[in-house]
């Protein structure tokens, strides 16, 4: 039976949600890759109009002799624990009114679920604690609360202050006896206020979430339906009772008639959880990845059997993560992502391998059903695929609210219209691949700049994690002092029998990564503080953390040494001076990097045009590739280093292979190809051609024949023999096909041929493209501006033409000269009708390429016998830029020689 409850929601409902725009729904059912032929009751669609304890009667009587609950000391049959829920549920009745909340504090015992499952019963909505937490954490959430009734053990409320006199408090010693023979479940309607939880609050008072009977079941109905739960499995959980998590996964169990086994992993340690795995013959196990890795870390031999699936969710799981899962677990077992919050369930997915990515966090799945996802960036515009933006949910089965002073308060849920759809924005950085995988990259409030340039902190964390001996890390950004700016520090928790000197391989291990991304200072300590959620104890790090800014400062105040400048050294005071009010880093030494102390493409606009004005010289864009450290820049500023004839420029060093040469774009330097040249890991080098016309005195081409012809000269000069790799740009890609073209015809070995988002001149389109792109610019502005109130208009409209700044800061180092190299290079294409090329042609097409344009394998099917079509993140603009590099990069290095071929996707021409 196949485990699917996909719905698509009317386009009534989707039409009442307005001003988003929703990601389709996904075609695959929710076994997709998982246990598909295993046999179990699928929980349908109609289950979720009938109240929890409906269900939870109709299986208690069915397996009333099976096991339903274990722990350490008891077992509970269905009989048994259906009796102990219906007299408990009848006192709850009898001393509380409708509608009142009622608190349950307890451990992670067979009386939780009695508690939980007997509020329902008696009609009453219940808050979920932890023990574990804090008391004036308790003291808050209780205060906030406003429970009629407290159920806890005896000695529950010792650490708390008294709760208020009119509070009656239950103190369970003993399971509850069986109601009176006449007794039923009190009626409660399936959207009413059932569950009350307060989030872990590590970075502030937490804060309550309040969700109805529908919410649960829907999670019950997909964990069953996609995992295949039957009264065969034996679930062991290892969330806190006071979790969502907690909460679904008992029920998940109790209403499929299996056995949920109860285990504190708070209090017991790694070799007891293995113990309990094995003793019980558990089937089905959930963990937070941090605690997973302490569990697995601490193995004596590969998991039994038995354990068929293990559930992950709660935070960032890595692909390294996978790895050792993978290894420890039989090899026919699953592993299974769940994402969700406690306001909405998201998405989950039987993790496939063969999907991995460069990114070293797992995707977290495809959308479930019954849910609409949308991802909008920072004015609330809809992201392109590959694109990141916040995770918006709009379904039924969103949270209701909050609950504050005692009530259910809706006033900050956003509502999409009729039919109860609640929309929540997560906060969550998200973005969309082109399987259709969602990616989380991290959150809003964990997205910091360093040096100008944006980072995800759970991004670092992940690269991190991917060392064979970190065992756990956590990474804040530390406040900068004079410059005003943040840094990055790691805190690592290493692994047993890591070497003495992992910080030293932590630095070369981050060296690969943008510079932006690279910790600059590494701590060990022997655990991350967490919270018993697993969640990062976000104020315990930042504490942490400025206990080592006050033991360093007390130290040594002094600044790191820097290069020694003579006093007549102009030349080096002035490059030092607007290195740093451009990166805002001082200069440390001599053999310091442009690129690796923060600079970008963009940026290194602005430091040339700084440097001439400073120094009165002309210095060309195209020097501070060829001399990115500081004493190799100073030298060939005192030089005053004429421009070279030849228009090619070193981007990434390299030796052993054949470079690669690399053709500008439209505007004729080098600064869009940068970024992805410079983190490109082929073995060979990488070379960018520049425009002739970028350099005064040079006269720029105006045909594509001439370029070729040009550049092929200089080609020929480096490089007397094949293979010959070719990349180009946009228009520069025309120049790299005619190139290839001419090679091929004179008997010359060609290899890669690879064109990024080339295509013809716009005079060619049709005129249905112009017509389809002009519409969908209007419709997309009209949107906006729908969204947004007048006041914010004209910020709008300037965000709406954004998608020029690239190419206007790609000209900008020298306005005339560039636009007369722009104006060339356009005329130059306009003329331009490519012949045929015999050979095979890869093209690397953006994710947000501008729908209604041809498609460019409709574009060179004729003029190639062979077309590859490689999919990259981002846009004509933003394909190579620094958002993008790395991955687009690596999608290059693949179809290089010694690369996997996998990311190709081959097609006949």
């Not at 690969?512 to 697993?534: D, G, K, N, T």
């Not at 990069?889 to 081959?906: D, I, K, M, N, V």
Request: net charge positive; charged share 25%.
């Amino acid at each position: 039976m196949r485990g699917d409850t996909r719905t698509n929601p009317s386009a009534s409902v989707l039409d009442t949600a307005r001003g988003f725009e929703w990601l389709e729904v996904d075609p695959r059912p929710l076994d997709w890759n998982g246990p598909a032929t295993r046999l179990f009751t699928r929980f349908r669609d109609q289950g979720l109009d009938r109240p929890i304890i409906e269900h939870f009667e109709r299986v208690a009587r069915r397996h009333r002799n099976r096991i339903a609950i274990r722990d350490a000391n008891t077992a509970l049959t269905f009989g048994e624990l259906w009796d102990a829920v219906s007299g408990l549920a009848e006192t709850l009745a009898a001393g509380t009114e409708p509608g009142d909340l009622i608190a349950i504090l307890l451990p992670a015992c067979p009386l939780f679920p009695v508690a939980m499952l007997a509020c329902l019963a008696a009609g009453r909505p219940f808050v979920a604690l932890d023990t574990h937490y804090p008391p004036d954490w308790l003291g808050h959430a209780l205060r906030e609360a406003r429970p009629a009734l407290i159920i806890t053990l005896a000695d529950g409320l010792d650490r708390l202050a008294a709760p208020s006199p009119t509070v009656r408090v239950i103190r369970l010693t003993n399971l509850p006896g069986p109601a009176r023979k006449d007794w039923r479940p009190a009626s409660m309607g399936v959207d009413e206020p059932a569950c009350v939880l307060f989030t872990s609050g590590s970075t502030g008072r937490p804060k309550s979430i309040v969700n109805s009977q529908r919410s649960l079941l829907q999670r019950v109905a997909q964990s069953i339906n996609a995992a295949h739960i039957n009264a065969a499995d034996r679930l062991l959980t290892l969330a806190s009772p006071g979790t969502i998590v907690g909460v679904r996964d008992v029920m998940t169990a109790l209403l499929a008639g299996a056995s949920v086994q109860l285990l504190d992993p708070q209090g017991v340690g790694a070799r007891e959880i293995l113990n309990v795995i094995r003793s019980e013959a558990v089937t089905i196990l959930f963990a937070f990845p941090a605690l997973l890795r302490s569990i697995v870390s601490a193995r004596e031999r590969r998991a039994d059997a038995s354990l068929r699936l293990v559930r992950v969710g709660g935070d960032t799981t890595a692909w390294s993560d996978v790895e050792t899962l993978r290894a420890w677990l039989a090899p026919d077992a699953a592993i299974q992502v769940v994402y969700a919050a406690t306001e909405a369930p998201m998405m989950q997915w039987f993790v496939d391998d063969t999907c991995r990515s460069e990114d070293a966090r797992v995707p977290v799945g495809y959308p479930l059903p019954g849910n609409r996802l949308a991802l909008v960036d920072e004015a609330g515009r809809a992201t392109s695929p590959g694109e990141i933006g916040e995770l918006v949910v709009a379904s039924r089965y969103v949270s209701l609210g909050r609950w504050i002073e005692g009530r259910l308060s809706d006033e900050s849920v956003e509502t999409g219209g009729g039919c109860g759809w609640r929309i929540f924005r997560t906060g969550d950085l998200v973005r969309q691949r082109y399987d259709g995988l969602l990616e989380r990259v991290g959150r809003k409030d964990r997205q910091v700049k360093i040096r100008g340039s944006r980072v995800e902190l759970d991004g670092v964390e992940a690269m991190l994690r991917g060392h064979a001996f970190v065992r756990d890390v956590a990474v804040v950004a530390r406040p900068g002092s004079a410059d005003n700016t943040s840094t990055l520090v790691a805190y690592v928790s290493a692994r047993d029998g890591a070497p003495a000197a992992l910080v030293d391989e932590l630095k070369t291990w981050v060296r690969s990564a943008a510079p932006a991304m690279r910790p600059v200072r590494f701590y060990l300590e022997s655990s991350i503080p967490r919270l018993p959620s697993s969640k990062l104890d976000t104020r315990a790090l930042t504490t942490l953390d400025e206990v080592h800014v006050q033991r360093e400062r007390a130290e040594s105040n002094e600044e790191a040494a820097l290069p020694a400048i003579a006093d007549d050294d102009r030349v080096s005071q002035t490059v030092a001076r607007v290195w740093h009010d451009v990166l805002l880093a001082p200069v440390r030494s001599a053999e310091d990097d442009f690129f690796d102390s923060g600079g970008d493409s963009l940026n290194a606009i602005t430091f040339v045009l700084e440097l001439e004005r400073a120094l009165g010289i002309e210095i060309p864009l195209t020097l501070i590739n060829e001399a990115p450290r500081f004493d190799e820049l100073c030298r060939a500023l005192r030089e005053h280093r004429a421009p070279g004839s030849t228009p090619l420029v070193t981007l990434k060093a390299g030796e052993g292979m054949p470079p690669v040469f690399f053709i500008h774009g439209v505007g004729g330097n080098l600064v869009e190809i940068l970024p992805a040249a410079r983190r490109v890991t082929y073995a060979g080098e990488v070379i960018g051609i520049r425009a002739r016309g970028v350099v005064r005195g040079e006269k720029a081409h105006t045909s594509i024949e001439a370029m070729a012809a040009d550049y092929l000269k200089e080609i020929k000069k480096r490089q007397p023999s094949g293979p010959y790799h070719l990349c180009g740009y946009s228009s520069g890609g025309l120049a790299a096909f005619e190139i290839a073209r001419r090679l091929s015809e004179s008997g010359d070995e060609v290899g890669l041929v690879g064109l990024f988002d080339t295509t013809m001149s716009p005079v060619r389109w049709p005129l249905r493209s112009w017509l389809a792109i002009g519409a969908r610019r209007m419709k997309l502005l009209a949107a906006a501006l729908r969204a947004s109130s007048i006041r914010s208009w004209p910020g709008t409209l300037r965000k709406s033409a954004e998608h020029l700044r690239a190419w206007r800061l790609s000209i900008s180092a020298a306005p005339l000269v560039g636009i007369k190299v722009a104006v060339s290079a356009l005329i130059a294409s306009a003329k331009y009708y490519p012949g045929v090329y015999h050979g095979e042609l890869t093209l690397f097409s953006p994710a947000g390429r501008e729908p209604g344009l041809p498609s460019l394998e409709s574009v060179w099917r004729k003029h190639a016998r062979t077309i590859v079509v490689i999919k990259t993140p981002g846009t004509h603009l933003t394909m190579l830029s620094q958002r993008h590099a790395e991955t687009t990069a690596a999608c290059l290095t693949r179809c290089l020689p010694a690369g996997p071929l996998a990311l190709r996707s081959r097609k006949g021409a």
